[in-house]
């Protein structure tokens, strides 16, 4: 029998294995690799479970594994939404005052309105919102997921969800691409580096979207807050928000599932590569090491290129404001055109709009709606309180309940920012699976919201 005839009678006899034969085969080996040590290796005080395996015992069961992993990621979000709120005022109070500042001065030199308004206005307000929005979220999120990282608590993530992602066709180490794109999806998409299979890191980096970054958290933290939230005393709003930002977490999650399983069953159909995950040994956390890739390595890289795209969307605002169009101005005009579109899934053409101008930085959602619907020239904060802001939003702009909850839905699907797509391109080097990543995501989001639009007008809740 030559080799061709060898190779391919070995084609057809791996074509017939079952799914688990390489997950047997790494078994046996380790089994006989640890029958090999016991019989090689004596220790002094033999203990059938380490410090290590009791605590793997609970955090890698299949009862407690993954109830844990739920708390620890709302205890995570919890002190991102409380902690990040009161840095961004402070933040926001200092770059807004410079701002102030500067713009006063350029007006006592006489400079004209347009160039004052376009550079402190425009590009300079753009980028304080994205900064003072920004980060103090990720200042926050960053180390806490560094921290698991270091302590070694992440790789029993991956194998808590290796099932899952197994069922869906994707690899198991992406749920720890997906934990890294809470803090920036951008972050998340070069977090699949992990994934040795090509076929597999892509399944990856097209659905990391589909958890919520923290340049989202303001808009699902702002609904939360004063749809859901409101109904309770103030001791247990931070707490009913952070429920239900949870809540939109784990819908994402069930849609980077669904995803998945499409995407390996079709464009991206092909074998599953073997996953062999060791779990490394607990270990004291180094606070150096925390410090330094939280904040070097992540927090600054992504604010840097977050900053980059916000300047020209911040220009763009101010531009479509100040420039009259009609009896208004260009954004009103605009935003008019996309109104019947926007009522058909359940939102209005402010909202659409403010997601075209966002697309470079998706913190400047709120600051850009709450612009057009108090009728100002330049990004504003909006009502300081959550009843002023459900005034303003209901009373003063006919929103309801279905546009709230679409609104959620429509900030969790939607495409990637500016910065994730450019990563993306610069991850795949392919024009292709980038405009495919926008393809996807914008394509579920407008489905989605269509059809719970659809369904609550159907049923009288609309």
């Given at each position: 029998?030559?080799?061709?005839?060898?190779?391919?009678?070995?084609?057809?006899?791996?074509?017939?294995?079952?799914?688990?034969?390489?997950?047997?085969?790494?078994?046996?080996?380790?089994?006989?690799?640890?029958?090999?040590?016991?019989?090689?290796?004596?220790?002094?005080?033999?203990?059938?479970?380490?410090?290590?395996?009791?605590?793997?015992?609970?955090?890698?069961?299949?009862?407690?594994?993954?109830?844990?992993?739920?708390?620890?990621?709302?205890?995570?979000?919890?002190?991102?939404?409380?902690?990040?709120?009161?840095?961004?005022?402070?933040?926001?109070?200092?770059?807004?005052?410079?701002?102030?500042?500067?713009?006063?001065?350029?007006?006592?030199?006489?400079?004209?309105?347009?160039?004052?308004?376009?550079?402190?206005?425009?590009?300079?307000?753009?980028?304080?919102?994205?900064?003072?929005?920004?980060?103090?979220?990720?200042?926050?999120?960053?180390?806490?997921?560094?921290?698991?990282?270091?302590?070694?608590?992440?790789?029993?993530?991956?194998?808590?969800?290796?099932?899952?992602?197994?069922?869906?066709?994707?690899?198991?180490?992406?749920?720890?691409?997906?934990?890294?794109?809470?803090?920036?999806?951008?972050?998340?998409?070069?977090?699949?580096?992990?994934?040795?299979?090509?076929?597999?890191?892509?399944?990856?980096?097209?659905?990391?979207?589909?958890?919520?970054?923290?340049?989202?958290?303001?808009?699902?933290?702002?609904?939360?807050?004063?749809?859901?939230?409101?109904?309770?005393?103030?001791?247990?709003?931070?707490?009913?928000?952070?429920?239900?930002?949870?809540?939109?977490?784990?819908?994402?999650?069930?849609?980077?599932?669904?995803?998945?399983?499409?995407l390996s069953r079709t464009v991206l159909k092909g074998e599953a590569s073997a996953f062999t995950l060791e779990l490394p040994p607990?270990?004291?956390?180094?606070?150096?090491?925390?410090?330094?890739?939280?904040?070097?390595?992540?927090?600054?890289?992504?604010?840097?290129?977050?900053?980059?795209?916000?300047?020209?969307?911040?220009?763009?605002?101010?531009?479509?404001?100040?420039?009259?169009?009609?009896?208004?101005?260009?954004?009103?005009?605009?935003?008019?055109?996309?109104?019947?579109?926007?009522?058909?899934?359940?939102?209005?053409?402010?909202?659409?709009?403010?997601y075209i101008i966002a697309i470079p930085a998706n913190e400047i959602v709120v600051p850009t709606m709450m612009m057009m619907y108090?009728?100002?020239?330049?990004?504003?904060?909006?009502?300081?309180?959550?009843?002023?802001?459900?005034?303003?939003?209901?009373?003063?702009?006919?929103?309801?309940?279905?546009?709230?909850?679409?609104?959620?839905?429509?900030?969790?699907?939607?495409?990637?920012?500016?910065?994730?797509?450019?990563?993306?391109?610069?991850?795949?080097?392919?024009?292709?699976?980038?405009?495919?990543?926008?393809?996807?995501?914008?394509?579920?989001?407008?489905?989605?919201?269509?059809?719970?639009?659809?369904?609550?007008?159907?049923?009288?809740?609309?």
């Open positions: 029998m030559n080799p061709n005839d060898i190779l391919a009678k070995a084609e057809t006899l791996r074509n017939n294995l079952s799914s688990g034969f390489r997950d047997e085969i790494v078994k046996s080996l380790y089994a006989e690799a640890e029958t090999i040590a016991q019989r090689a290796v004596k220790t002094a005080n033999e203990k059938r479970y380490d410090f290590d395996q009791k605590i793997d015992r609970l955090v890698t069961s299949p009862l407690t594994g993954l109830p844990i992993m739920l708390l620890l990621l709302a205890i995570i979000i919890w002190l991102t939404v409380s902690g990040a709120n009161v840095a961004s005022d402070a933040i926001a109070t200092v770059l807004f005052g410079f701002g102030e500042w500067a713009r006063a001065l350029f007006v006592g030199w006489n400079v004209p309105w347009w160039i004052t308004g376009f550079i402190w206005d425009g590009v300079y307000l753009g980028l304080a919102w994205v900064v003072s929005v920004m980060l103090p979220p990720m200042m926050i999120f960053f180390p806490a997921f560094t921290f698991l990282e270091d302590l070694g608590y992440l790789p029993r993530v991956a194998f808590n969800m290796d099932w899952m992602f197994k069922k869906a066709g994707a690899h198991g180490k992406q749920s720890l691409t997906m934990a890294m794109g809470f803090g920036c999806n951008a972050a998340g998409v070069v977090a699949t580096r992990v994934i040795d299979s090509p076929r597999e890191r892509l399944i990856a980096i097209l659905t990391n979207n589909f958890v919520p970054c923290n340049g989202r958290f303001p808009t699902l933290i702002m609904l939360a807050t004063v749809f859901v939230a409101a109904g309770f005393s103030p001791a247990l709003t931070s707490i009913i928000a952070s429920g239900t930002v949870v809540g939109i977490v784990l819908i994402g999650v069930a849609f980077t599932f669904l995803m998945s399983w499409i607990y270990r004291r956390p180094n606070v150096s090491r925390i410090l330094y890739t939280s904040i070097i390595d992540r927090t600054i890289f992504v604010l840097w290129r977050a900053m980059q795209t916000a300047a020209p969307a911040g220009a763009i605002i101010w531009i479509l404001a100040n420039v009259p169009f009609g009896t208004s101005n260009l954004a009103a005009a605009i935003a008019g055109w996309l109104n019947p579109f926007g009522i058909l899934l359940g939102l209005d053409g402010i909202i659409l709009l403010a108090m009728g100002a020239g330049m990004m504003v904060d909006g009502p300081s309180s959550s009843a002023a802001i459900f005034d303003l939003l209901v009373n003063g702009n006919g929103w309801t309940m279905l546009t709230a909850v679409n609104l959620m839905l429509f900030a969790l699907l939607h495409n990637p920012c500016a910065t994730t797509i450019m990563t993306i391109y610069k991850e795949t080097k392919s024009y292709k699976w980038a405009t495919l990543s926008v393809v996807i995501t914008l394509g579920t989001a407008f489905l989605v919201t269509f059809l719970t639009a659809s369904v609550a007008r159907l049923l009288g809740w609309a």
